[in-house]
């Protein structure tokens, strides 16, 4: 069991605008930032938005983050089928002085 | 740029030691602003956070607690990597296993190595 909760599955068709929900604790959403990644099939993590609501030079603008309280929001508009890929999230825990990270969710573009 | 390039074993037989190592190119294990992690990844568990090594004039680490008794994690300067250890494996060890570089958050990971434990 992930410590994060997020979505097992989300999908959308090319042009939508699809969010995916992480929902934490006071101990890490509620106390810290939250960061998200996307990782294609077979390959690692790749940085998508950080603090928060920071886009990595190259991540696209269609790519936005937010928080509120112990949750917090990924939402992906103008769908492309390269989008397709896992999301996860991440904050830092401060109860378990480490890392903790969403189960992911896997986007599919129909 | 900074790339992480892991080594190591793939197969690992139950009750032995996992180990693996991650070299750095582009920054330095002892960077006064960096962070250096070890994370896994199974179907079952998911994204793992398993420790990490710092330096601040001096070296820290911090494990978590699910595998605090088994992990070491070691910088090596003279090789710029760091290395990760884990004993007493079991089957479910099997993860891919990915080091990973924080900077107030985890902006870069390794390829990733799948470790499979079985006799």
């Known amino acids: 069991q992930s410590v994060l909760t997020q979505p097992p599955s989300a999908s959308g068709t090319p042009g939508q605008r699809v969010t995916i929900s992480c929902s934490g604790s006071s101990s890490n959403i509620g106390r810290d930032t939250v960061n998200w990644y996307q990782q294609l099939p077979g390959t690692a993590p790749k940085l998508l938005i950080y603090s928060n609501n920071q886009r990595p030079s190259g991540v696209p603008d269609r790519f936005s983050g937010s928080k509120s309280g112990t949750s917090a929001s990924l939402a992906i508009s103008g769908l492309q089928s390269e989008d397709e890929a896992d999301y996860h999230c991440a904050a830092w825990d401060d109860s378990l002085n480490g890392w903790v990270f969403g189960g992911g969710t896997k986007l599919t573009v129909l | 740029q900074v790339q992480l390039q892991q080594s190591g074993p793939g197969l690992v037989k139950p009750s032995q030691t996992l180990s693996l190592t991650c070299a750095i190119s582009?920054?330095?294990?002892?960077?006064?602003?960096?962070?250096w992690n070890w994370i896994r990844q199974s179907p079952s568990r998911g994204l793992e956070w398993l420790g990490r090594t710092y330096y601040r004039s001096k070296w820290y680490n911090y494990y978590a607690v699910s595998v605090k008794s088994r992990i070491t994690i070691n910088p090596d300067t003279s090789k710029n990597q760091f290395s990760l250890q884990l004993n007493s494996v079991t089957p479910e060890d099997t993860a891919v296993y990915y080091c990973?570089?924080?900077?107030?958050?985890?902006?870069?990971w390794g390829q990733g190595t799948l470790v499979t434990v079985s006799s």
């Open positions: 582009g920054d330095s294990v002892s960077s006064n602003s960096a962070a």
């Open positions: 990973a570089r924080g900077r107030g958050y985890v902006d870069l």
